[in-house]
T-cell receptor
Framework: DAGVIQSPRHEVTEMGQEVTLRCKPISGHNSLFWYRQTMMRGLELLIYFNNNVPIDDSGMPEDRFSAKMPNASFSTLKIQPSEPRDSAVYFC??????????????FGEGSRLTVL | KNEVEQSPQNLTAQEGEFITINCSYSVGISALHWLQQHPGGGIVSLFMLSSGKKKHGRLIATINIQEKHSSLHITASHPRDSAVYICAPQTSGSRLTFGEGTQLTVNP
């Protein structure tokens, strides 16, 4: 299996622009998580989905952030409009599915976002 | 007080040494994860445990639910073990609360 795939790996954009981060979870996993990592705040959960349904979005900073999971193999995290304080590494992770330790997390490589 | 406290924050060891990283938490949990973040930034799940002890190769993780404490041990440490180790108790549902991490450097 290719693991969790995120794109882009790096994104540099200007304040006010729309940013879309993408994630393909491991096939068969039924839970998907979006995390953000910054030097100041460490790792934080933004939102997670179970069977494509958002379960906990209390970590989403504000209305500028939105996440969707239209099907079991794809999720997006969108920031519109972006601000410099959104600069961070955004990780996607998935878990669940037969053959894996229930609840064990598999992380993507992360998307490093820089907003100028 | 943080919900998750890791110690030490930084640890430097010589190759071959036995290493212990501690994690204390104040919340009720269903499980606890230990994660490893490589210098390049990638994150790998090392353990998920809810009781007792687990062992993978040179790594051992223990948890005491009553004392709200977990430890990660590395036997015969190696420079390739140099990384940040993160304790993450799992609270409500699948929500993880992350410790600040322990930066481990193993010198040859």
């Amino acid at each position: 299996d290719a693991g969790v795939i995120q794109s882009p790996r790096h994104e540099v954009t200007e304040m006010g622009q729309e940013v879309t981060l993408r994630c393909k979870p491991i096939s068969g996993h039924n839970s998907l998580f979006w995390y953000r990592q910054t030097m100041m705040r460490g790792l934080e959960l933004l939102i997670y989905f179970n069977n494509n349904v958002p379960i906990d979005d209390s970590g989403m900073p504000e209305d500028r952030f939105s996440a969707k999971m239209p099907n079991a193999s794809f999720s997006t995290l969108k920031i519109q409009p972006s601000e410099p304080r959104d600069s961070a590494v955004y990780f996607c992770a998935s878990s669940g599915g037969s053959g894996s330790v229930a609840g064990e997390l598999f992380f993507g490589e992360g998307s490093r976002l820089t907003v100028l | 007080k943080n919900e998750v406290e890791q110690s030490p924050q930084n640890l430097t060891a010589q190759e071959g040494e036995f290493i212990t990283i501690n994690c204390s938490y104040s919340v009720g949990i269903s499980a606890l994860h230990w994660l490893q973040q490589h210098p390049g930034g990638g994150i790998v799940s090392l353990f998920m445990l809810s009781s007792g002890k687990k062992k993978h190769g040179r790594l051992i993780a223990t948890i005491n639910i009553q004392e709200k404490h977990s430890s990660l041990h590395i036997t015969a440490s190696h420079p390739r073990d140099s990384a940040v180790y993160i304790c993450a108790p799992q609270t409500s549902g699948s929500r993880l609360t992350f410790g600040e991490g322990t930066q481990l450097t193993v010198n040859p």
